[in-house]
């Protein structure tokens, strides 16, 4: 037997089938016949006849639902955009917010990448959505429901002026920003990281430590460097001279400094002289202070205070001693 409730719910399919087909017969044409007339493109008018289908959805919806219908759309956006970099290899991420909704604290969609990307950019993440509204709410200023009404007007875009007001200087010191950055992120593994630019020895708290930094440029922020030596430090970054690098790794492209140490040849020269004078060479014999045969055991080398002007005669001791009889090697006795 077959429920009533079966009933209408076949009752309700058989009556959104006749709708579409209405809709796709009766809309259709109707929407062909105003592009002729208009002289505009058919899609133009099937995409603004979607957007005044959807504003009314949204408009007529009440808060929650009307919040509930703009989170399904945003999700789909976002997952579009996941299966376009999934295929193309297109990397992107949305950001929305409701401007006039004060417990919207926005949206944030896109690829795993590009969302990454957001939230470890500097003002962006969770301050950046709100000063996004403010910029929304001070840009658009006041606005009412009746401009959700739907409407077949095409969509302006308000130009931006933040882009014309920006100078080359400005340009490339934020070019080194995300440069710099995204090195340093890329080499400690830490997405939070951020450049020292004064105080570059800190940077060791992120296990990476900074070579190859420009001579010439003081390790300053670069808002306060010239043009010239922001220059340098990007020219620098993407040749590779100048890089982070793990603690302890044996990478430092800096020029090794001069060792300290350098042999004297003059002097090396003035030394073996002076041991000419107390050595001689034709005595082989162990000599103690008084003379004779020594009965200790000999050293190789004795104090050189010892020996004197005075004392250098063949009757004085000699600063050398070596056994004609036993040599001492490594602790061992050879006779």
């Given at each position: 037997?077959?429920?009533?409730?079966?009933?209408?719910?076949?009752?309700?399919?058989?009556?959104?089938?006749?709708?579409?087909?209405?809709?796709?017969?009766?809309?259709?044409?109707?929407?062909?016949?105003?592009?002729?007339?208009?002289?505009?493109?058919?899609?133009?008018?099937?995409?603004?006849?979607?957007?005044?289908?959807?504003?009314?959805?949204?408009?007529s919806a009440g808060s929650s639902d009307k919040r509930e219908r703009i989170q399904d759309a945003l999700r789909s956006v976002s997952q579009t955009l996941e299966t376009l970099a999934a295929m193309l290899s297109v990397q992107s991420f949305i950001l929305a917010i409701d401007p006039l909704d004060p417990f919207d604290e926005g949206f944030l969609g896109g690829t795993t990448t590009g969302r990454e990307f957001w939230r470890g950019l500097r003002g962006g993440g969770a301050p950046g959505?709100?000063?996004?509204?403010?910029?929304?709410?001070?840009?658009?200023?006041?606005?009412?429901?009746?401009?959700?009404?739907?409407?077949?007007?095409?969509?302006?875009?308000?130009?931006?002026?933040?882009?014309?007001?920006?100078?080359?200087?400005?340009?490339?010191k934020s070019e080194v920003y995300t440069a710099v950055r995204a090195a340093l992120r890329k080499a400690s593994g830490v997405r939070t990281a951020e450049m020292r630019w004064k105080n570059q020895g800190s940077l060791e708290t992120y296990g990476v430590r900074l070579v190859g930094w420009?001579?010439?440029?003081?390790?300053?922020?670069?808002?306060?460097?010239?043009?010239?030596?922001?220059?340098?430090?990007?020219?620098?970054?993407?040749?590779?001279?100048?890089?982070?690098?793990?603690i302890g790794s044996f990478g430092d492209l800096s020029p090794p400094a001069e060792s300290p140490y350098v042999l004297d040849t003059s002097s090396v020269e003035e030394n073996a002289s002076e041991m000419d004078d107390y050595v001689n060479y034709d005595d082989f014999s162990i000599s103690g202070p008084?003379?004779?045969?020594?009965?200790?055991?000999?050293?190789?080398?004795?104090?050189?205070?010892?020996?004197?002007?005075?004392?250098?005669?063949?009757s004085g001791p000699s600063p050398f001693f070596v056994s004609s009889e036993r040599s001492t090697c490594g602790g061992l006795s050879e006779k």
């Amino acid at each position: 037997m077959v429920s009533g409730q079966s009933i209408a719910n076949e009752k309700d399919a058989f009556f959104l089938e006749r709708l579409d087909a209405f809709i796709d017969k009766t809309l259709f044409d109707a929407m062909r016949t105003f592009a002729i007339r208009e002289q505009r493109p058919l899609e133009q008018i099937k995409r603004y006849v979607a957007e005044s289908q959807q504003k009314y959805l949204f408009c007529s919806a009440g808060s929650s639902d009307k919040r509930e219908r703009i989170q399904d759309a945003l999700r789909s956006v976002s997952q579009t955009l996941e299966t376009l970099a999934a295929m193309l290899s297109v990397q992107s991420f949305i950001l929305a917010i409701d401007p006039l909704d004060p417990f919207d604290e926005g949206f944030l969609g896109g690829t795993t990448t590009g969302r990454e990307f957001w939230r470890g950019l500097r003002g962006g993440g969770a301050p950046g959505a709100l000063a996004f509204k403010d910029h929304c709410r001070r840009s658009c200023g006041p606005q009412t429901s009746t401009a959700l009404m739907p409407s077949f007007s095409a969509p302006t875009i308000p130009k931006s002026k933040s882009k014309s007001k920006r100078t080359p200087a400005s340009l490339l010191k934020s070019e080194v920003y995300t440069a710099v950055r995204a090195a340093l992120r890329k080499a400690s593994g830490v997405r939070t990281a951020e450049m020292r630019w004064k105080n570059q020895g800190s940077l060791e708290t992120y296990g990476v430590r900074l070579v190859g930094w420009p001579a010439n440029v003081p390790m300053q922020n670069p808002s306060t460097l010239s043009s010239t030596q922001t220059s340098q430090i990007l020219n620098a970054l993407n040749k590779g001279t100048m890089q982070f690098l793990p603690i302890g790794s044996f990478g430092d492209l800096s020029p090794p400094a001069e060792s300290p140490y350098v042999l004297d040849t003059s002097s090396v020269e003035e030394n073996a002289s002076e041991m000419d004078d107390y050595v001689n060479y034709d005595d082989f014999s162990i000599s103690g202070p008084g003379g004779g045969d020594a009965t200790g055991s000999s050293t190789l080398l004795q104090d050189m205070s010892t020996g004197s002007e005075g004392s250098r005669g063949a009757s004085g001791p000699s600063p050398f001693f070596v056994s004609s009889e036993r040599s001492t090697c490594g602790g061992l006795s050879e006779k």
